[in-house]
């Protein structure tokens, strides 16, 4: 059974999972407003990913007996500057997503609870992944700095992602 704090942290990372979905959604609105279809499907893709993500967390308290509480939403950001400065965003957003990971796998140490431990490992895999992909898209648009044809370019190498 999941101790009490471990579900209360699970729970915090529940809602910044759909926070991060929820953020990606108000990305992929705004780029479907720029015209930029390619950067709003990378968008949708990443908003369902987060929602598995959430997703898995809540099948797992209860399968250790715990219980999930949802907490609000915080409403996302909308107004950004370039694509070069939402994928910043991005890669903030999922550095801060690193080390709540990070954290719960530390309480999860703390309190000995092995199959917590075990269960993190996708999510500690799937963070470097995460931040390897920011970091992909930020390179290319440095890359093509205000170049519109390669602008272009990466709108429609982004409009193949399909979801896993
Ligand atoms: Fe769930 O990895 Fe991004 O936030």
Redesign the pocket.
Known sequence: MLSKTLQDAINSQINL?LS?AYIYLSMAAHFEGENLGGFANWMQVQYH??TE?AMKFFKYVYERGGNVTLKAIPQPIAKFKSPLDVMNIVLE??QK?TASINKLYELALKEKDYATQSFLKWYID??VE?EKNATDIINMLEMTGDAKMGLMMIDRQLGKRKAD
């Open positions: 999972e991060s990913e987060e993500h957003h999922e997503v799937e963070q995460e």
